[in-house]
């Protein structure tokens, strides 16, 4: 059974920092992305950033880039999401999900995921 489970969200003041961590499980994780999306009351879900497992190419949303980093431990399975200078319109509800074998202009778009976790509320007070 494949579970992607979230943690590290929480409320931060904004210029604040937070790492995310995401921990999948039943998963080969080597032809796997794993991606990080967010979602804001009343509006749709949002990439944020992505890595390849194999070879840790990165990818990032133009609202998040030089701010959060994603990056993997392959030793411990693990993704992470630091997030620094955070800003009260990055509050949202993160998601860590599973993609396998998408191309890299495609690892934008939710509906190419195959798993999800339960997601982590990240909160940014002005």
């Known amino acids: 059974q494949v579970q992607l489970v979230e943690s590290g969200g929480g409320l931060v003041q904004a210029g604040g920092s937070l790492r995310l961590s995401c921990a999948p499980s039943?998963?080969?994780?080597?032809?796997?992305?794993m991606g990080w999306f967010r979602q804001a009351p009343g509006k749709e879900r949002e990439f944020v950033a992505a890595?390849?497992?194999?070879?840790?190419?990165?990818y990032y949303a133009d609202s998040v880039k030089g701010r959060f980093t994603i990056s993997r431990d392959n030793a411990k399975n693990m993704v992470y999401l630091q997030m620094n200078s955070l800003k009260p319109e990055d509050t949202a509800v993160y998601y860590c999900?599973?993609?396998?074998?998408?191309?890299?202009?495609?690892?934008?778009?939710?509906?190419?995921?195959?798993?999800w976790g339960q997601g982590t509320q990240v909160t940014v007070s002005s």
């Open positions: 999900a599973a993609d396998f074998g998408s191309l890299n202009y495609e690892l934008g778009y939710a509906a190419r995921y195959d798993y």
């Open positions: 039943g998963l080969t994780l080597g032809g796997y992305a």
């Open positions: 890595i390849k497992w194999s070879g840790g190419n990165t």
